[in-house]
């Protein structure tokens, strides 16, 4: 099962930006989870077009299952 991490900013123009990292650790804490999100934020590592990532909204764990089928 993949599981991978949701997180929101807001930008400096107000709007909503999700960044995924994909197959997080299944014992993530909070904690690393909110110093990650700062780090992003005070490093300014990402451009998007709406504006720098300035504020963390939210963050989750999304595990995702798959399943294949055969179709010959």
């Not at 909110?34 to 939210?58: A, E, P, Q, T």
């Amino acid at each position: 099962m993949e599981k991978d991490l949701i997180m929101t900013f807001i930008t400096e123009e107000g709007n909503k930006n999700n960044v995924t990292l994909k197959n997080v650790k299944d014992d993530i804490t909070d904690e690393e989870v909110s110093n990650f999100m700062d780090g992003i934020i005070n490093k300014n590592i990402l451009d998007y077009k709406k504006g720098d990532l300035v504020k963390k909204s939210s963050a989750k764990l999304v595990e995702t299952k798959k399943t294949e089928y055969n179709l010959n």
